[in-house]
């Protein structure tokens, strides 16, 4: 009888000292986010589903060359190499010796919105990034949104929208299950992220990539993008 109460009362102590623990943890994270959403935005996070994303990339790249761009899952790498250098030569005598797509890397393992983060948060955990700024679609906002602030938030990084102006059918089917699955998996991913980092070895920056690579692939960049891909392609 006394073994038993003593041991009722260890697992009770047991239990007091996790919710403590976990409390202090919470607390700790919280005014980590507190602190990160009042800094400047110190690298920015573009999902991919419409090149509309990948121009307003380029020209963000543009006006601020200081600022770590990653695409994630975007348009085939010479549609967005292409995009950043229109951007460069239109504004070359602002920009100088500048390259926009220097600042710009490509994640290409990501196939879904929770991939995107997935991918993402390694990188962005070694650029030292504490405050992310988030462009996608407006129609993709609110899932992407939570889903990025539930991720990158259990690892004291916040995340702020920019919603893109999209044309057309938007790139993202949204709908409030798709949403709420994805939270879900987000909450678990989160977890799971404090033990496991996948590591994407397609990450590439733009002006490191081989054109020439892409020679007789099959790929088409958006209508959209009204791009002009270089003539050493040589497609047919």
């Given at each position: 009888?006394?073994?038993?109460?003593?041991?009722?009362?260890?697992?009770?102590?047991?239990?007091?000292?996790?919710?403590?623990?976990?409390?202090?943890?919470?607390?700790?994270?919280?005014?980590?986010?507190?602190?990160?959403?009042?800094?400047?935005?110190?690298?920015?996070?573009?999902?991919?589903?419409?090149?509309?994303?990948?121009?307003?990339?380029?020209?963000?790249?543009?006006?601020?060359?200081?600022?770590?761009?990653?695409?994630?899952?975007?348009?085939?790498?010479?549609?967005?190499?292409?995009?950043?250098?229109?951007?460069?030569?239109?504004?070359?005598?602002?920009?100088?010796?500048?390259?926009?797509?220097?600042?710009?890397?490509?994640?290409?393992?990501?196939?879904?919105?929770?991939?995107?983060?997935?991918?993402?948060?390694?990188?962005?955990?070694?650029?030292?990034?504490?405050?992310?700024?988030?462009?996608t679609s407006g129609t993709h906002q609110l899932r992407a949104t939570g889903l990025g602030r539930i991720i990158l938030g259990?690892?004291?990084?916040?995340?702020?929208?920019?919603?893109?102006?999209?044309?057309?059918?938007?790139?993202?089917?949204?709908?409030?299950?798709?949403?709420?699955?994805?939270?879900?998996?987000?909450?678990?991913?989160?977890?799971?992220?404090?033990?496991?980092?996948?590591?994407?070895?397609?990450?590439?920056?733009?002006?490191?990539?081989?054109?020439?690579?892409?020679?007789?692939?099959?790929?088409?960049?958006?209508?959209?993008?009204?791009?002009?891909l270089p003539e050493r392609l040589n497609r047919p």
């Amino acid at each position: 009888m006394l073994l038993d109460q003593k041991f009722r009362q260890a697992r009770q102590y047991c239990l007091i000292a996790i919710l403590a623990l976990l409390t202090g943890l919470l607390l700790h994270r919280s005014f980590q986010l507190y602190q990160a959403a009042h800094r400047p935005v110190d690298a920015v996070l573009v999902l991919g589903g419409s090149i509309r994303r990948e121009m307003a990339a380029a020209e963000l790249a543009r006006d601020n060359s200081q600022l770590p761009i990653l695409i994630s899952a975007g348009s085939p790498a010479p549609c967005v190499w292409a995009i950043a250098e229109r951007e460069a030569q239109a504004y070359r005598s602002k920009l100088g010796d500048i390259d926009p797509k220097a600042q710009i890397w490509l994640e290409s393992c990501a196939t879904s919105t929770l991939g995107n983060y997935r991918f993402s948060l390694p990188i962005l955990e070694s650029w030292g990034a504490r405050h992310v700024q988030l462009m996608t679609s407006g129609t993709h906002q609110l899932r992407a949104t939570g889903l990025g602030r539930i991720i990158l938030g259990s690892h004291g990084i916040w995340l702020s929208p920019t919603p893109v102006v999209e044309t057309g059918r938007p790139g993202n089917q949204e709908s409030k299950l798709k949403t709420a699955v994805d939270w879900m998996r987000g909450l678990a991913w989160a977890c799971i992220s404090q033990l496991y980092a996948p590591q994407c070895h397609g990450l590439v920056r733009l002006d490191q990539v081989v054109l020439e690579d892409w020679v007789g692939r099959d790929f088409e960049c958006e209508h959209q993008g009204q791009v002009e891909l270089p003539e050493r392609l040589n497609r047919p």
